[in-house]
Nanobody, 121 residues
């Protein structure tokens, strides 16, 4: 059974850092663009970052540009999101998914459990 498991979330003070991981099991996603998305309470799911299959291209939402870094290790079938200088408005559940674009509707799989990130002021 194919699974994507997000981890690494937690409670952090504003200005702090977290590193999220997204581990795939059951099949490899090494040939797919992978994206991180988030959903804040009362808001729609939104794009955060994406990385091409060979890490040659990355893209970020304007709100996280310069603070977040997406990376991947295809040998480990894992995608990462390094989040620095966190702000209270980054509080959300974070999800990863193979995707065809930044629009969450273009994600290729159903959404998993995600990992909760809470940033206190």
């Amino acid at each position: 059974q194919v699974q994507l498991v997000e981890s690494g979330g937690g409670l952090v003070q504003a200005g702090g850092s977290l590193r999220l991981s997204c581990a795939a099991s059951g099949r490899t996603f090494s040939s797919y663009m992978m994206g991180w998305f988030r959903r804040a309470p009362g808001k729609e799911r939104e794009f955060v970052a994406a990385i091409s299959w060979n890490s040659g291209n990355t893209a970020y939402a304007d709100s996280v540009k310069g603070r977040f870094t997406i990376s991947r290790d295809n040998a480990k079938n894992t995608v990462y999101l390094q989040m620095n200088s966190l702000k209270p408005e980054d509080t959300a559940v974070y999800y990863c998914n193979p995707t065809r674009g930044s629009d969450p509707s273009r994600a290729l799989r159903s959404w998993g459990q995600g990992t909760q990130v809470t940033v206190s002021s």
